[in-house]
């Protein structure tokens, strides 16, 4: 299976901070790239597709880059609403596997 | 607005069998790829099936593959999930998902149910 590694695995910020989460890919899936947001309790919704389109209803302080095997999901400045944990999935090939996940706290 | 409630969940003995269900609302159901997402705090979220609109085809990862049949009844709006020979690495909160595209599948998961959990012990 295509194996999706996330770092760092958490994460500490400040409301107003500039942070970057980073997720490889073990082999090159063009920017077939997906990020996620997970709050406690909470289902995941869906930020990101296609490595760098914003979802529909997405504030614009999220953002996302990369192509091949090196992507990263970036928030301009933190709200108390992003503290949650986020995922990045690929959507290339079966089995469409999900990083471990990287949480995002309050520092 | 999308609404995809799941139920069924439930305590299992290993080697038993599970029916999960998935009541969709608020957009046309027969338009789209429908999945099924399990969630665990070790192994984290795994894609395990999808179902095409016409529910023509299906597929599994290798996890659930020869166990699980994942079906739809589009005049119904809703989704199933059976599951046979439940094991303990099964214990899991399942999720109804919805495909984002219309009339294709993207794999990108756009609508998340609230989950329904299915507890595999003796």
């Known amino acids: 299976d295509l194996q999706m590694t996330q770092s760092p695995p958490s994460l500490s910020a400040s409301v107003g901070d500039r942070v970057t989460i980073f997720c490889r890919a073990s082999?090159?899936?063009?920017?077939?790239l997906n990020w996620y947001q997970q709050t406690s309790g909470k289902a995941p919704k869906l930020l990101i597709y296609d490595a760098s389109t914003l979802q529909s209803g997405v504030p614009s302080r999220f953002s996302g880059s990369g192509s091949g095997t090196d992507f990263s999901l970036t928030i301009s400045s933190l709200q108390l609403e992003d503290f949650a944990t986020y995922y990045c999935?690929?959507?290339?090939?079966?089995?469409?596997?999900f990083g471990q996940g990287t949480k995002l706290e309050i520092k | 607005e999308v609404q995809l409630v799941e139920s069924g969940g439930g305590v299992v003995q290993p080697g038993g069998s599970l029916r999960l269900s998935c009541a969709a609302s608020g957009f046309t159901f027969g338009d789209y790829t429908m999945h099924w997402v399990r969630q665990t705090p070790g192994k984290g979220l795994e894609w395990i099936s999808l179902?095409?609109?016409?529910?023509?085809?299906?597929f599994y990862a290798d996890s659930v593959k020869g166990r699980c049949i994942t079906s739809r009844d589009n005049s119904r709006n809703s989704l199933f999930l059976n599951i046979d020979s439940l094991r303990t690495e099964d214990t899991a909160l399942y999720y109804c998902?919805?495909?984002?595209?219309?009339?294709?599948?993207?794999?990108?998961?756009?609508?998340w149910g609230q989950g329904t959990l299915v507890i595999v012990s003796s």
């Open positions: 179902i095409t609109s016409d529910g023509d085809s299906s």
């Open positions: 999935q690929q959507s290339y090939i079966s089995p469409y596997t």
């Open positions: 998902v919805k495909d984002r595209e219309p009339r294709y599948t993207d794999y990108e998961f756009d609508s």
């Open positions: 082999q090159s899936i063009s920017e077939h």
